[in-house]
């Protein structure tokens, strides 16, 4: 039997298990997928067992980008971002992947019909979550990407990464303040990109103004559930969706790493928006 995983801490929140395990079933594999909470001082050794048990993995915060070290071999473009969530296992010899931003891609496509290239992009919010699907973006042929942040320096780091690898796609970073700036950047885009981790909680102050947008403009929230930002996106007049169905294409992505067969995408969208559900019943 093969074992899959999720590693991470904490990681009891995962639904990646129930997801997973949907996808599995449905290929018909011999497989198990589990959660492993590891604390970062244990990476390493985490790591060692993996190797011996595991024929792949996910990895979730804080582990995305200190796992670099203990792998073989990373993409190119996981690489690139320093960041990784999959890794493969091919007979001992460790691989890592990033999945997010083919997530966000095939996320951005089924809700809205936007495909990257050409595309200008307004990211609000400048974490790991941020830099990699921007600089998946960029090397996919975007035409702009803008980045709005409370910390001016995280937003100009993503900006020179895309500027240094993608020197054809645009770049233009704001913070939250700069109203006149932030108005053209608004208008002037094909989708904004809420990567912040406000609206986690629901007293979370909102990220943005969104009366700065044209409306019409497609909203899309990193976060997976239906936010205050997503709300008052609605009320002006924008499409929006939120985090999940990212959620599921990184995923699915990662089943067709490790497996080589296509994702049972509908399986594993039915799975992961239930627990979803009951997880958010749970809180409430
Ligand atoms: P992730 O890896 O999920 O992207 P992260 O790296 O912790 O998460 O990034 C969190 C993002 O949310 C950052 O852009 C952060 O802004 P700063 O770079 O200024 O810290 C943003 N964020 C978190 N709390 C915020 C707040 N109260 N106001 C504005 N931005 C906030």
């Known amino acids: 039997m093969d074992k899959y995983a999720v590693i991470g801490w904490p990681v009891e929140h995962s639904v990646s298990p129930q997801m997973q395990s949907a996808g599995i079933k449905e290929l018909g594999l011999n497989a198990v997928y589990e959660k492993i909470p590891v604390q970062p001082h244990e990476l390493g050794e985490a790591v060692s067992r993996l190797r011996q048990e595991y024929a792949g993995w996910n990895i979730t915060v804080p582990h995305k980008e200190t796992i670099l070290p203990h792998l073989d071999k990373v993409e190119e473009a996981a690489a690139r971002i320093g960041s990784v969530n999959t890794v493969v296992n091919e007979a001992g010899s460790l691989k890592g992947y990033s999945t997010d931003g083919y997530g966000l891609s095939a996320a951005l496509s089924e809700s809205f019909g936007i495909h990257p290239l050409g ?141 080589g067969r296509e994702a049972p995408v509908e399986a594993m969208r039915q799975a992961l928006y239930a627990s979803l559900g009951a997880a958010r019943a749970k809180a409430s």
């Open 119 to 259: 595309t200008r992009f307004v990211f609000i919010g400048a974490g790991g979550a941020a830099r990699a699907t921007a600089a998946y973006f960029a090397a996919n042929g975007a035409g702009k990407i803008s980045i709005i942040n409370r910390t001016r320096a995280k937003a100009d780091a993503i900006a020179e990464l895309i500027r240094e690898l993608e020197p054809g796609c645009r770049t233009q970073v704001a913070q939250p303040d700069e109203k006149p700036l932030l108005q053209s950047l608004m208008q002037e885009t094909d989708v904004i990109i809420q990567a912040t981790s406000l609206g986690l909680k629901n007293d979370d102050p909102l990220p943005l103004d969104l009366g700065l947008a044209a409306a019409g403009t497609p909203v899309y929230d990193m976060i997976y559930r239906a936010t205050p930002f997503l709300t008052e996106a609605q009320k002006h007049g924008c499409p929006t969706a939120n985090g999940a169905s990212m959620l599921l294409y990184q995923g699915a992505r990662s089943l067709e790493l490790w497996t």
